[in-house]
């Protein structure tokens, strides 16, 4: 899922390499805090825990 959102250009990335994408994990953060109203709902859908607990470890 956070590959498409990369591709689609929602979340920048600091490096690319092939498939293998490092996003800040900041930049994470302010993305899932502050979405494009467009995909607001959709990142609502997804369960609070894995949100939270991929910016925990991204963190």
């Not at 490096?15 to 996003?23: E, L, N």
């Not at 993305?31 to 925990?56: H, S, T």
Request: proline letters at 3%.
């Amino acid at each position: 899922m956070l590959w498409s959102w990369v591709k689609k250009g929602w979340i920048r990335t600091t490096r690319r390499s092939g498939r293998y994408h490092q996003i800040k994990s900041k930049d994470l953060k302010r993305f899932l805090e502050n979405p494009p109203q467009r995909i607001k709902n959709r990142i609502a859908a997804i369960d609070k825990d894995a949100i939270e607990y991929l910016v925990g470890r991204l963190g």
